[in-house]
């Protein structure tokens, strides 16, 4: 029999112990007084999208996310790369990206950047298309999808919170069976990282967010990979999935950014190699993204022309109460999109032809506050 030393006994509780904190989210236990989900949603209810998003990088990196959500599940695939046979394993959260306690959380949206700035916060990766049908595969729980209503709101808070509820709802009711910390797929769309990220592009959408997935009770996923939305854009069914960075193939230590990034061994986890598997960079964490503007701006809509729906972007450098009316070509007013107080920040409209009976023409939109006001021209094709 060998013998056994103590020094081998330490180097394996060390090993053990690196391997269980590789497989756990590198956050600050969560505070006895953190807010609940619902106490977080009133807290971001009306904020813009910098605000917001900067108001939820703060209360997950302070440790307020559920308990379930922290220890990560195994996800294990293989492939045969030149007669060779490949098993990888890599690390992902249970559940969509959330804040708030078991009892009481919230799934929370958000752009690509604010997910990019996460995952490097937490020395992790978003997934790729091939990792979304990977990661659906392994789930035990596998829920229906709940799409909502297609219409301005669906960038909203309101809006994010209905959907969260709804999908916790259908948890709940197989916690018995599966209990929080289980892996659960179908509830969401991804945000992933694609060669979508920086080619295919679509006019007008230099900086897009690539999304995938929101898989079906039968296996087919509902968004295939889709590139048509700028990077400041979330709405309700968007979800954010962290893989831990370091994962292992064959039993060796593998970097998944230096994986999707080989000539060769790209294929176990994407379609093509993925030059720059991230949005942005790999390292910015406090990123200029988050400063409030300096100026008031408005944005040309996109896609202009359109059709059914187009996206304007504004921001403002200061608090200001603002509307955002349409207009025919002979300054007919057509219809008030916005009409009320809004934050310091960059704000997202989703305006839909439909829900103002815009038929096919050239109309204009105009935001006024106390001390701005520009108009600009948009398209619809019907």
């Known amino acids: 029999m060998k013998k056994i030393t103590l020094q081998k006994v330490i180097g394996s509780l060390f090993a ?12 600050p236990k969560r505070a006895d007084d953190a807010l609940s989900g619902s106490a977080f949603v009133q807290k971001i209810y009306s904020l813009s999208v910098t605000a917001r998003e900067n108001t939820i990088f703060t209360e997950i990196m302070s440790g307020n996310v559920p308990n379930f959500l922290r220890n990560l599940v195994t996800i294990s695939t293989s492939s045969t790369i030149g007669g060779k046979n490949y098993t990888l394993q890599y690390y992902v959260i ?15 949206p958000m752009t690509p950047l604010l997910a990019q700035k996460l995952a490097n916060a937490l020395q992790c990766t978003l997934p790729t298309w091939k990792m979304v049908d990977q990661i659906y595969s392994a789930a035990p729980v596998k829920l229906a999808p709940q799409p909502m209503a297609y219409d301005d709101s669906m960038v909203t808070v309101p809006r994010f919170k209905q959907h ?27 945000v992933i990282i694609d060669k979508k990220i920086y080619s295919w592009l679509k006019k007008n959408v230099p900086n897009p967010v690539v999304i995938y997935g929101w898989h079906q009770l039968n296996g087919t996923p509902i968004q295939s990979t889709y590139n048509g939305h700028i990077e400041t854009y979330a709405d309700y069914s968007h979800g954010i999935r962290l893989v831990l960075r370091e994962g292992k193939i064959n039993g ?7 994986l999707v990034q080989d000539p060769t061994y790209y294929k176990i986890l994407a379609d093509t190699i993925l030059v720059k598997p991230y949005y942005h960079s790999l390292t910015e964490v406090n990123s ?19 059709n059914p729906q187009t996206t304007i972007e504004y921001s403002l450098n200061e608090q ?7 207009f ?7 219809a008030t999109v916005l009409q009320q107080e809004k934050s310091a920040g960059k704000h997202v409209v989703q305006l839909s032809a439909g829900n103002y009976h815009l038929s096919t023409g050239i109309y204009f939109y105009r935001l006024s506050g106390p001390s701005f ?7 619809v094709l019907q």
């Open 252 to 258: 060796a230590d593998i970097s998944l950014i230096d």
């Open 288 to 306: 200029s993204e988050t400063m409030l503007p300096k100026n008031f701006e408005l944005k040309q809509n996109y896609p202009n022309p359109f």
């Open 328 to 334: 025919d070509t002979i300054g007919r007013e057509v």
């Open 16 to 27: 053990l112990t690196m391997l269980m904190q590789a497989q756990q989210l590198n956050l």
């Open 320 to 326: 200001s109460f603002i509307t955002l009316k349409l």
């Open 373 to 379: 006001s520009e108009t600009k021209k948009m398209i």
């Open 94 to 108: 249970p559940d969509y990206m959330c804040v708030g306690s078991d009892s009481d959380y919230f799934l929370c």
């Open 164 to 190: 969260s509820d709804q999908v916790r709802a259908s948890r709940n009711k197989v916690l018995a069976q599966y209990p929080l910390g289980s892996l659960v797929g179908g509830t969401k769309k991804d």
